[in-house]
């Protein structure tokens, strides 16, 4: 349910006085995040940003056991997107401004082994906002994909293999701003894991299949 409370920091000079409203939900529950949009316009007006972040990720996911563990993947990583911005879109597109932006993965590239729900589920992402974002082409809102290579969080902290250009958060976080600034409108980060990710999707498949048919799986437990 959103929470009502309305938080106004003192700032030092150098910072920037600013007025917070706090939600708690799940972005899995479309209901809870339109009660909270419908109070956030309410307060503030359309918003400038709109940024759908959350995501999970488990390893292998083969047996019937894991099927709802596979259900709550694509519920938050897919439908959390979708949930997340449609209860702006509309006044956004009445401001004729804004910009709806994801947060997909490189994981979404090339379907990783062991990582089958959050590849598909991160792939199916970058379909979904490319396809919005044509549809909002003429709206004035852009809508933003972000594909962040590792990041040093809790979801990569158990990887049992090497993570090459792994980023801190708040450098991410900084990086991802610029790019929403500059209304980038695909964006992998680090720069070095775009190369990667060119060329992982352009690699035939028997080659792919080659090389990565040895890698190390993602634990089962994340």
């Not at 910009?99 to 990582?115: D, E, K, T, W």
């Not at 089958?116 to 379909?127: D, V």
Request: proline content about 8%.
């Amino acid at each position: 349910m959103p929470d009502s409370r309305t938080h106004e920091p003192v700032a030092h000079p150098e910072e920037v006085r600013m007025r917070a409203a706090v939600y708690t939900g799940d972005v899995r529950d479309a209901d809870a995040l339109e009660k909270a949009a419908v109070d956030f316009i309410a307060r503030f007006g359309a918003p400038d940003v709109v940024i759908a972040n959350a995501g999970i990720s488990q390893g292998a996911l083969t047996q019937r056991e894991d099927l709802p563990t596979f259900r709550a993947i694509f519920d938050t990583n897919v439908m959390g997107i979708v949930n997340t911005f449609a209860p702006f879109v509309a006044a956004m597109r009445a401001a004729r401004a804004g910009a709806l932006v994801g947060i997909a993965s490189v994981a979404g590239f090339r379907g990783l082994p062991g990582s089958g729900a959050y590849s598909a589920s991160k792939a199916a992402a970058i379909a979904y906002l490319e396809s919005l974002r044509i549809e909002e082409r003429a709206s004035g809102v852009s809508v933003l994909t972000i594909c962040p290579g590792y990041i040093a969080t809790a979801m990569t902290a158990r990887n049992p293999y090497p993570m090459p250009f792994l980023l801190e958060p708040d450098e991410a976080a900084r990086r991802i701003a610029r790019a929403i600034e500059r209304r980038q409108r695909f964006y992998v980060l680090p720069w070095p894991m775009a190369i990667v990710g060119a060329m992982l999707r352009i690699m035939p498949r028997p080659l792919y299949d080659a090389v990565f048919a040895h890698a190390p799986r993602k634990p089962r437990v994340s």
